[in-house]
C-alpha cells in the first residue's frame, strides 16, 4: 500500500476529522474522510414533544448556532403544513442573515486565511505601500498607514515573545505560501478588524433571539418575539434600530473588506482556480422565505448537475417534492449497522465501530462516523456538493439578480486584478468557494437589511402577531424541514405519531460534503476535491489544509448521534 499522509485532527475547524491522502509525485492521487467523533441528538428525541425538538437540535453545534432550531421549526410545521405569521417569518430571516454574515467572516479570517497567509512575513511589509494597495482596492475607513503600523508594531512584540497566541503552530515560510508582505500585513490587519464585525453580526442575533449563541426566542409556529413598538420590554423602535446600525455596519465591512480581501488573495495564486473541484453536482435549497406558507424566496436554491449550469432544476418551495423526495443516506462505509441506503424518514442509526486497522482507516471497509448522504437524479443516486458555491452557482443560473450582480462584478475585479481573464467556471475550485462564500456575504448582507425594513414596515401597519399555535392531530405526520445553513443544505425530517417523536433524522451541510464513500465506491465532496492537488512537502500537507477548509468542515454537525446508553465510543484528546 502506498505511504499515506494523515491530518488528523484537521485543525481550525468544529470537531474531529481525519484526512488521509496518497501522495504520488508530489500530487494528490486518492483521498478518504473521516468523521472522528461521535455524538448527538436524534436518538434521544425519540417520544418527546415536537414543540422541544429545537432546543435539542440547536445544541448539535456551537458554531452554526441558529441553523439547527430554524430546521427543526421548520420540519414540525411541515408536518402540519402550519403557516406562521410574516413578522415571525421576516424575524427568522434577520436572524438567519446576520448568523451566516457572523459565520462567514469568521470562517475567511480565522479559520481559513493562514493557509494563505503568512503572517511572520507581515513583519517585512511597508505599512505606506500597504496603504497605497489597500486603498487602491478599497475605500474602507481603516486602511491607512497607521492603521498597519500599529498592527505590525503590536505583531512585532507578539513574534518578539515567543508568544505567538492565535498564530502559533501556523506554516509560516511553507514555499505554498505566496503573498507579498504587504498583502501579508493587510490580510492581518483584516483579521483583527474582523473579530469586532463578526460580533457585531452576533449582537444583532442576541437582541432578537434573546441570547447568543443558541437564540431563545423560536417556537413551533413563530417566534416568541413579543413586537410592540411602544414597549419597553418588547422588540420595539429602539431595539429595531440598533438591529438596522448593526447590519449597515456589517454590510459595510462585506463589501468594502471581506470581499476585496477574498479578490486580492486570489488574485496571487491564480494557479489554484485549477485546484479542488471535486464533485461538480451541487444542491442549495431556498431561504429567506417572502411569504406565510414558504412558497416564495429571497434566496434561490435547486441543483445543477455535472458543472452544467443549464441543467439547473429549482426547488420552489417548502412542500416541493424534487427535494423531500429525493434525498437518501448510504451507511455502508459509516460505523452504522447495516448497509443500506435509506430515505431519512426510513432510517434507523445503529452505531458500530469497525476501528482503523493498523491505525489507518479501513478503506476496504467502514471508515468514518459520517453517513453518506446522496441525491436521486435520473434514477441514480449521486454525492452532491453543497454550500455557498452551490447557492451562487445556482443563483448565477436561475437568474437570481443579486447574485448575477455581485457574481460578474467579482469576477471583473478578479480578472484585472491577476490580469487573466477568469469565469463563472473557476468558481468551481479551492479559491473559488472562498469567493462564492464572500459573494453570498455581500447578498446576504444587502437581503438583511431587505428583511429588516419588511419587518419594520408590517409592524407600522399595526400586524403585531408572532405566532401560530400548533395542535397535534392523531396518527402519523411526516415533515420535512430545510434551511440553506453557512455550510450548504440542512434538512430536518420527522415523524410525528399522537403528537410525539418516532423518529428524527438531520441530513447536514457538512454530511454531504465530509461523507465517505458510497456502496458504488463513489466519494463524497471532500475527499473527490483532493484527488490532483499539489502537495509540495508531505510533512507540512498545506494544500490539504485549503482544499478542506475552503469548505468550512464542521464535524459536530455531521456527525450528531449519541450513544443512546451513553457508552464510551471513542477517546478525544483535547489539543
Ligand atoms: Ni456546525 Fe452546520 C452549518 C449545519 S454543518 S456548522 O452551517 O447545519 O455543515
Ligand atoms: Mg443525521
Redesign the pocket.
Known amino acids: 500500500m502506498a505511504k499515506r499522509v494523515v491530518v488528523d485532527p484537521i485543525t481550525r475547524i468544529e470537531g474531529h476529522l481525519r484526512i488521509e491522502v496518497l501522495p504520488e509525485n508530489g500530487y494528490i492521487k486518492d483521498a478518504y474522510s473521516s468523521a472522528q467523533m461521535w455524538r448527538?441528538i436524534?436518538v434521544i428525541l425519540q417520544g418527546r414533544n415536537p414543540n422541544d425538538a429545537w432546543f435539542f437540535t440547536q445544541r448539535i453545534c456551537g458554531v452554526c448556532t441558529t441553523v439547527h432550531a430554524i430546521a427543526s421549526v421548520r420540519s414540525v410545521e411541515n408536518a402540519l403544513q402550519l403557516e406562521i405569521p410574516y413578522n415571525a417569518q421576516m424575524i427568522r430571516n434577520i436572524i438567519i442573515a446576520a448568523h451566516a454574515l457572523h459565520d462567514h467572516i469568521v470562517h475567511f479570517y480565522h479559520l481559513s486565511a493562514l493557509d494563505w497567509v503568512d503572517v511572520v512575513s507581515a513583519l517585512k511589509a511597508d505599512p505606506q505601500k500597504t496603504a497605497r494597495l489597500a486603498q487602491s482596492i478599497s475605500d474602507w475607513k481603516l486602511n491607512g498607514a497607521s492603521v498597519f503600523k500599529a498592527v505590525q508594531e503590536k505583531l512585532k512584540k507578539f513574534v518578539e515573545s515567543g508568544q505567538l497566541g492565535p498564530f502559533a503552530n501556523g506554516y509560516w515560510g511553507h514555499p505554498a505560501m505566496k503573498l507579498p508582505p504587504e498583502v501579508n500585513l493587510l490580510a492581518v490587519t483584516h483579521y483583527l478588524q474582523a473579530l469586532d464585525y463578526q460580533r457585531k453580526a452576533d449582537m444583532a442575533i442576541a437582541i432578537v433571539g434573546g441570547k447568543n449563541p443558541h437564540i431563545q426566542n423560536l417556537a413551533v409556529g413563530g417566534v416568541g418575539t413579543a413586537v410592540n413598538p411602544d414597549n419597553i420590554a418588547t422588540l420595539n423602535m429602539e431595539r429595531l434600530y440598533y438591529i438596522k446600525q448593526l447590519l449597515e455596519e456589517v454590510r459595510e465591512f462585506v463589501h468594502k473588506v471581506y470581499l476585496p480581501d477574498v479578490l486580492a488573495i486570489a488574485s496571487f495564486y491564480p494557479e489554484w482556480l485549477e485546484y479542488g473541484k471535486g464533485i461538480d453536482n451541487y444542491l442549495a435549497v431556498p431561504d429567506l422565505p417572502q411569504d406565510t406558507k414558504g412558497e416564495s424566496f429571497d434566496l434561490p436554491g435547486g441543483t445543477i448537475l455535472k458543472g452544467d449550469l443549464s441543467t439547473v432544476k429549482p426547488i420552489k418551495s417548502f412542500n416541493d417534492p424534487y427535494f423531500i423526495e429525493n434525498v437518501r443516506?448510504d451507511i455502508s462505509r459509516a460505523w452504522y449497522k447495516g448497509n443500506w441506503m435509506k430515505h431519512?424518514w426510513e432510517?434507523e442509526?445503529v452505531p458500530y465501530y469497525t476501528d482503523m486497522p493498523g491505525g489507518y482507516l479501513d478503506t476496504d471497509g467502514k471508515y468514518s462516523w459520517s453517513?453518506a448522504p446522496r441525491f436521486k437524479v435520473n434514477g441514480k443516486y449521486v454525492p452532491t456538493q453543497v454550500g455557498p458555491l452551490a447557492q451562487v452557482l445556482i443563483g448565477y443560473a436561475l437568474g437570481h439578480k443579486l447574485t448575477r450582480k455581485y457574481v460578474d462584478k467579482a469576477l471583473s475585479e478578479l480578472s484585472s486584478l491577476a490580469r487573466t481573464s477568469v469565469g463563472v467556471s473557476a468558481l468551481q475550485s479551492t479559491p473559488g468557494r472562498h469567493l462564492a462564500r464572500a459573494i453570498r456575504a455581500q447578498i446576504l448582507s444587502d437581503l438583511a437589511i431587505k428583511q429588516w425594513e419588511q419587518l419594520v414596515d408590517n409592524i407600522g401597519k399595526g400586524d403585531l402577531e408572532i405566532c401560530n399555535h400548533p395542535t397535534y392531530p392523531k396518527g402519523e405526520i411526516r415533515g420535512c424541514g430545510f434551511h440553506e445553513a453557512p455550510r450548504g443544505a440542512l434538512s430536518h425530517r420527522c415523524v410525528i405519531e399522537n403528537g410525539k417523536i418516532k423518529n428524527y433524522?438531520?441530513?447536514?451541510p457538512s454530511?454531504w460534503n465530509a461523507g465517505p464513500r458510497d456502496s458504488k465506491g463513489q466519494r463524497g465532496p471532500y475527499e473527490a476535491s483532493l484527488i490532483g492537488n499539489p502537495i509540495a512537502d508531505p510533512e507540512r500537507p498545506l494544500e490539504v489544509l485549503r482544499t478542506v477548509h475552503s469548505f468550512d468542515p464542521c464535524i459536530a454537525c455531521?456527525?450528531?448521534?449519541v450513544d443512546p446508553e451513553g457508552k464510551e465510543i471513542v477517546k478525544v484528546k483535547a489539543l
Open positions: 448527538g436524534e443516506e431519512p432510517e442509526t453517513k433524522q438531520c441530513v447536514v454530511t455531521a456527525v450528531h448521534m
